[in-house]
């Protein structure tokens, strides 16, 4: 990891972007989408996330996006806006160097300085050890699954829900605004 660098991505990297997505979309279970999002897809919900404030990262070694991470809100409704939910793709051949860590650690800091107080990791297949493994590692904790609620590649497809509190949780009521959330 010494020649890697994580800093936030730019509108420059869309392409990398959608072509490490791509991957997973076509041949994991990590996510459940089905059709990889061209490159000016992959911007726009960079720029939606980052409007809120939250940490979008990517992992450069030699000039290359070997992976990105992101925070972006749990969900819309205006309750959550102390809880986000986190995205991590590494591409497969920078898988198991500690690249996730790396950048899954860097998001967290920048969520925790922010004020969140709960991130939630909705991992796509239970039996995706890398994402559990990673998750594990960084302190998430199990929160749950979802029963066969994907079909992707002819088969059914469980979510494993991991949770890692910040800022003490709900340790006390938080002083920070939280996230801008208005949707409904
Ligand atoms: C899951 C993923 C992000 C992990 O990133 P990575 O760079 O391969 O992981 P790292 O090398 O940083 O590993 C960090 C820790 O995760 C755990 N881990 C990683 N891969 C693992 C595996 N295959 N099995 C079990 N644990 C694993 C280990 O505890 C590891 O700790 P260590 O550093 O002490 O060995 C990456 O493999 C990936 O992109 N997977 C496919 C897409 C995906 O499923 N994304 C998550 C969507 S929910």
């Known amino acids: ?3 890697t660098s994580i800093r936030a991505a730019t509108s420059a990297d ?3 972007l959608a072509a ?3 991957h997973h979309v076509l041949h994991g279970f990590g996510t459940f989408e089905e059709v990889p ?7 726009s919900r960079r720029l939606a996330v980052i409007a809120y404030g939250l940490p979008y990262l990517v992992a450069e070694e030699a000039g290359r996006v070997l ?5 972006a809100p749990f969900r819309a409704r205006a309750a959550y806006r102390y809880t986000v939910e986190d995205s991590i793709y590494i591409a497969p051949d920078a898988q198991g160097r500690g690249v996730g860590r790396a950048l899954l650690t860097a998001v967290l800091e920048r969520c925790e300085h922010l004020g969140m107080r709960q991130v939630v990791a909705v991992i ?3 039996a995706n050890a890398g994402s559990i493994g990673l998750h594990r590692a960084l302190g998430f904790e199990p929160a749950g699954a979802g029963k066969a609620v994907g079909f992707k590649h002819g088969r059914w497809v469980d979510i494993v829900w991991m949770q890692k509190a910040l800022n003490g949780g709900d340790a006390d009521v938080p002083a920070a ?5 208005s949707g409904h």
């Open 37 to 43: 999002p061209a490159a000016a897809e992959m911007e």
């Open 20 to 22: 490490i997505y791509g």
């Open 1 to 3: 990891m010494s020649a």
């Open 177 to 181: 605004d939280g996230l801008a959330l």
């Open 124 to 126: 796509g297949d239970s």
């Open 14 to 16: 869309a392409e990398a």
């Open 67 to 71: 992976g990105y991470a992101y925070a």
